[in-house]
């Protein structure tokens, strides 16, 4: 069973478009992530939500929006794609307060393409 | 910006010992350091982490030094399957911070 699932693995369109990304957790976790890894391979976080509600927003467009529509789903839209945001995003989540450490776990990546 | 120095590369032998150090002099005393890696085209996994005391599981031990400046994370026996990157973040208590990803270091463990 897997823990973090994103879909899609893959994901190829053209500028302009506006796309989707799902991710699901199945380990029961309150808080899940969205992070960005660039073709220079820097893994950064983007958001991070808390039982639903928005708690990380690091410094990314606003073209990016995501949400949550309960604690085991995070979706990231993205409006307008770029070429700049041809990247793999990476899906993760993890449980406040488990002995007040963070061990998140990670979903496989979707691979963006913006053409 | 990452607040660890990892080096660039490293090279293990199969079956050999695998050391990988990290400096994280301006840590805070309630700071964690943890280990994540990357195996090609995958999302990171956990290793390990530690606060003070060294530690140990059943992928890796963690040193760290009495100061807390540095530490290393130490694969027993290597395998061809450890090769990834390994990346040391230093991170504040809580289980909803996150985890700000430097470089890393990249294992390649050799036949």
């Known amino acids: 069973d897997t823990a973090v699932s994103q879909t899609p693995k893959y994901l190829v369109t053209q500028m302009g478009n506006d796309k989707s990304i799902k991710c699901e957790q199945n380990?029961?976790?309150?808080?899940m992530y969205w992070y960005k890894q660039d073709s220079k391979k820097f893994l950064k976080i983007m958001f991070s939500?808390?039982?639903?509600?928005?708690?990380i927003n690091e410094t990314v467009p606003n073209r990016f929006s995501p949400k949550s529509p309960d604690k085991a789903h995070l979706n990231l839209h993205i409006n307008s794609l770029e070429l700049g945001d041809s990247a793999v995003y990476f899906c993760?989540?993890?449980?406040?307060?488990?002995?007040?450490?963070?061990?998140?776990?990670f979903g496989p990546g979707t691979r963006l393409t913006v053409l | 910006d990452a607040k660890t120095t990892q080096p660039t590369s490293m090279d293990c032998a199969e079956g050999r010992a695998a050391n990988l150090p990290c400096n994280h002099s301006?840590?805070?005393?309630?700071?964690?350091v943890y280990w994540y890696r990357q195996i090609h085209s995958q999302g990171p996994q956990y290793i390990i982490h530690?606060?003070?005391n060294n530690e140990t599981n059943e992928m890796a031990s963690l040193i760290i030094t009495e100061d807390r400046k540095s530490s290393t994370l130490i694969l027993p026996h290597a395998t061809l399957r450890d090769t990834a990157v390994y990346y040391c973040?230093?991170?504040?208590?809580?289980?909803?911070?996150?985890?700000?990803f430097g470089k890393g270091t990249k294992l390649t463990v050799n036949p």
């Open positions: 993760a989540s993890s449980q406040v307060f488990r002995e007040y450490y963070n061990e998140q776990f």
């Open positions: 939500y808390n039982n639903k509600e928005l708690i």
């Open positions: 380990l029961g976790h309150d808080t």
């Open positions: 301006t840590i805070s005393g309630n700071e964690y």
């Open positions: 530690g606060l003070k």
């Open positions: 973040i230093v991170s504040p208590q809580g289980g909803s911070e996150k985890l700000v």
